[in-house]
């Protein structure tokens, strides 16, 4: 069975301080992989996603950067944090298979910027 | 373009009455559709699907979901709502290159004892 993992799950960081988060895909082949920032009282902001290794499209300019060195790894960066960069961030992995294309969700990073 | 409307952001029921969670949709094709659940502090969690089958569609906790294309509609309903369905719920459209999701604002549901 396919299983996703994010890491960490809390992160506390100084304003100017650099940030790495990883996502991590098990048990499937060529995901495509998303990034999602959900801030307080917000919706889920889709940042980036990405439908193969060194292949990423952004959505929202911000000082935040996302790669993919690996199939099914997906690191979403940056190398000055913002206040405004706090919240949760989420990273999913769906596979357009048939009617198959739902989204699965890892647990989540809690960022606080302090 | 594809885009969501979550009409209520807060709804808040009584355990053992009905549940109706609204949603409309644009779409400039024919679109798949989504629920999801989320409590506080974790992931997204899929509850049902439609995808051009059966325009009533089941899904986990005794949740379904009737696809209306002519009213643009896909809303979430349960016949009893219980305790632990207190969480936010996110309608959501995919993009015809199903490379992308539209999320709704989402809607917290408060269920009372």
């Known amino acids: 069975s396919q299983t996703i993992h994010q890491w960490p799950a809390t992160l506390v960081q100084p304003v100017g301080s650099p940030l790495s988060l990883e996502c991590t895909v098990e048990?499937?082949?060529?995901?495509?992989l998303y990034w999602y920032r959900q801030a307080a009282g917000r919706g889920l902001q889709l940042l980036f996603y990405?439908?193969?290794?060194?292949?990423i499209s952004s959505e929202v300019p911000q000082n935040l950067s996302a790669s993919r060195p690996q199939d099914r790894q997906f690191i979403l960066s940056s190398k000055k944090l913002l206040l405004s960069d706090s919240g949760f961030y989420l990273c999913?992995?769906?596979?357009?298979?048939?009617?198959?294309?739902?989204?699965?969700f890892g647990p989540g990073t809690r960022l606080t910027v302090t | 373009a594809q885009s969501v409307t979550q009409l209520d952001s807060h709804v808040s029921v009584s355990e053992g009455t009905p549940v109706l969670l609204r949603c409309n949709y644009s779409?400039?094709?024919?679109?798949?559709l989504f629920w999801y659940v989320q409590h506080p502090n974790k992931g997204l969690q899929l509850l049902l699907k439609?995808?051009?089958?059966?325009?009533l569609v089941k899904g986990i906790n005794g949740f379904e979901a009737e696809f209306k294309k002519s009213e643009t509609s896909f809303h979430l309903t349960k016949p009893s709502a219980h305790m632990s369905d207190a969480a936010e719920y996110f309608c959501?459209?995919?993009?015809?290159?199903?490379?992308?999701?539209?999320f709704g604002s989402g809607t917290k549901l408060n269920v009372k004892p």
């Open positions: 999913a992995w769906s596979v357009p298979q048939g009617s198959s294309y739902e989204q699965y």
């Open positions: 048990g499937t082949s060529n995901p495509n």
């Open positions: 990405s439908v193969g290794i060194g292949q």
């Open positions: 779409s400039s094709y024919s679109p798949s």
């Open positions: 439609y995808t051009s089958a059966a325009t």
């Open positions: 959501v459209v995919i993009e015809y290159n199903f490379n992308k999701f539209y």
